[in-house]
């Protein structure tokens, strides 16, 4: 579907059900086909990314991965004829994605500068260090980081997931606009970090769902994806330079 069909307004940030068809009103039970695919699309995308990413036959997951997200994403839409989140690059959009990308960067960024600092000054080991890729340098791991990774990852997560879970919760909760927005948010964030968990299997992955709720709520807010894949990427970004000094 084009990106002008899903546009929203600031004031209404969620699109009602008559224009943008979020879920079925006419039913009064959740979809369990789509209940079904979505849980069943989720477990075998990470499950094959854990493989791979514990195989060394394949030696290019850098690539593959990301592909398997947005395929996993993507795919079943297609089939089932579904309307997929957009980017969200027309004029007005882009200003709105931007605006609330520097509230959410200047809320969420000092505290976690301040808390790593913190960390390193009390003795503590970095959690999730990134590691650069030596063989690629600085300029590829950061163009690694947004186009490949928060791209995918955003593709998934927000723009298959939680989109799901939105025609998914609506039918059961669609009085109630805001508790239907945050029961969004926080699966797709428990989701995001169960994923990374289980792939890099560290409990310390934990951290990550906080990002997943801004994130979350990035793609709520906007209804597209531009917001959360740019906070996507410099918040790795970020995090390496902060962990690359602090060490």
């Known amino acids: ?19 943008a068809q979020l879920f079925d009103i006419r039913s009064k039970r959740p979809n369990i086909s789509l209940l079904t695919e979505t849980a069943i699309v989720a477990i075998a995308a990470i499950m094959a990314i854990r493989i791979l990413d514990a195989s060394s036959i394949i030696k290019t997951s850098w690539f593959v991965a990301p592909g398997i997200l947005i395929a996993a994403a993507l795919v079943p839409t297609v089939i089932t004829r579904r309307d997929f989140a957009g980017i969200g690059f027309n004029k007005r959009q882009i200003h709105h994605s931007l605006s609330l990308l520097g509230w959410a960067c200047i809320a969420t ?16 080991e970095l959690p999730l260090r990134a590691v650069t890729p030596p063989a690629q340098g600085w300029f590829a791991w950061l163009f690694y980081q947004f186009m490949y990774i928060g791209v995918a990852e955003e593709v998934f997560f927000r723009g298959y997931i939680q989109d799901n879970i939105l025609r998914l919760t609506g039918v059961i909760v669609k009085e109630r606009q805001r508790l239907l927005q945050w029961i969004s948010i926080i699966i797709s964030a428990a989701c995001f970090t169960a994923a990374h968990i289980i792939v890099h299997g560290k409990i310390i992955s934990v951290l990550i769902f906080l990002p997943g709720l801004v994130l979350g709520w990035l793609f709520i807010r906007t209804r597209s994806l531009l917001a959360p894949i740019l906070f996507h990427g410099l918040a790795n970004a970020t995090y390496l330079c902060l962990t690359a000094v602090l060490v």
């Open 1 to 19: 579907m084009s990106c002008a069909s899903r546009q929203l307004s600031v004031a209404n940030p969620l699109p009602t059900t008559a224009s």
């Open 109 to 124: 960024f000092p505290p976690m500068v301040l808390g790593l600092w913190l960390m390193r000054y009390w003795g503590f």
